[in-house]
């Protein structure tokens, strides 16, 4: 199941089929589906869980928390939506398409991959550009 929440901000609209492609994503990465929540909210409310939970003290776009038992796909991911909004504006790119590319980015460490390398990296961003493309 894949639900979603908002603390401190507005809430968006979230089409079904964003869901459906999250769980394709999974399904295609030979995975299975237990629970993922999202937690969409502001750069402050994120801050504070970066730094209550992982003693960084710096603002992010995303904070995933892995509950991943073998190949059951579970988390609580934090997602802040001015810091999406600002790096679309940055990279030039349509809300909804940062929003869907940090979705999907979330779920992609889950299963596994990185991003701390260049070469890491580059996997990273093909994996959200197969994906996205297929949304």
């Known amino acids: ?3 979603f929440f908002f603390e401190n901000i507005d809430q968006i609209e979230i089409s079904p089929n964003t869901i459906k492609w ?3 994503l ?3 990465e030979n995975r299975k589906l237990g629970e993922i ?3 969409f909210c502001d750069d ?3 801050l504070k869980v970066n730094r209550d939970f992982l003693d960084h003290d ?4 995303i904070i995933t928390f892995d509950y991943v038992k073998g190949k059951t796909i579970s988390a ?7 810091r999406i909004l600002e790096n679309s504006k940055t990279l030039a ?3 909804k398409s940062e929003l869907h590319r940090v979705l999907a980015h979330g779920i992609l460490h889950l299963i596994g991959y990185k991003d701390k390398t260049d070469e890491e990296i580059a996997e990273m961003r093909a994996k959200e550009d197969f994906y996205l493309n297929i949304l």
């Open 76 to 82: 609580d991911i934090f997602v802040s939506l001015p």
């Open 93 to 95: 790119k349509d809300f």
């Open 1 to 3: 199941m894949i639900q």
């Open 44 to 46: 402050e409310y994120l």
């Open 37 to 39: 929540t999202y937690i």
């Open 26 to 28: 999974i399904i295609s």
């Open 58 to 61: 710096y603002y992010t776009d």
């Open 22 to 24: 999250l769980e394709g």
